[in-house]
């Protein structure tokens, strides 16, 4: 129960989410998450899929089911993960076996033709964030400055900037995201 916890406070703040964040986003209340990140008691399957959710991770990750495992620095394109999809027609996909020592977590997202990122990560995150078209045409409107991206393109900013990716292209639109969590 212990480890659960501190493996729920280490995610939480890796990616900088308040513990009030969590509770809007999980739907779990603040004394339950205190009482679950200080190992006073166990959450629901549901409660525990709801803040795996929220904190872009996997339950297996957060119960620790690759903490025995040696972890491999390679993942096939295949072995991507789903972590969340939005009605507002995204996809996020984690790149790699997570571990929570990683300074960087990088992501694939893929938006449906008209999709936005609405609802894809708490706004509230504090880290450095990288974005590379893999495919088709982006819009980043960064403090309502738009900058349009195309296949090749790159950007990189501060969270707290970023209002809104949406997708410009006909079709489907794919890119690298990646965050370096604020480790002060």
Not at 87 to 101: D, F, K, N, Q, V
Request: proline content about 3%.
């Amino acid at each position: 129960m212990e480890k659960l916890g501190k493996r729920i406070k280490q995610r939480r703040e890796a990616i900088g989410m308040s513990l009030s964040g969590l509770s809007k986003v999980s739907g779990a209340s603040l004394s339950l998450l205190s009482q679950i990140e200080h190992g006073k008691t166990f959450p629901s399957l549901h409660t525990l899929k709801n803040i795996a959710v929220a904190l872009n991770s996997s339950v297996g990750a957060l119960i620790g089911e690759q903490e025995n495992i040696s972890h491999t620095p390679f993942m096939s394109f295949n072995e991507r993960k789903l972590v969340k999809q939005t009605e507002s027609g995204a996809s996020l996909y984690m790149l790699t076996h997570y571990s929570p020592s990683q300074s960087i977590e990088p992501y694939m997202v893929r938006l449906e033709r008209g999709g936005t990122c609405k609802g894809l990560v708490e706004g509230a995150r504090k880290a450095q964030e990288f974005c590379h078209v893999l495919t088709g045409t982006i819009e980043i409107d960064l403090r309502g400055k738009p900058f349009i991206l195309k296949q090749g393109d790159s950007i990189i900013f501060d969270s707290f900037e970023l209002n809104s990716i949406v997708n410009l292209d006909k079709g489907i639109s794919d890119f690298l995201w990646i965050f370096a969590p604020d480790k002060y």
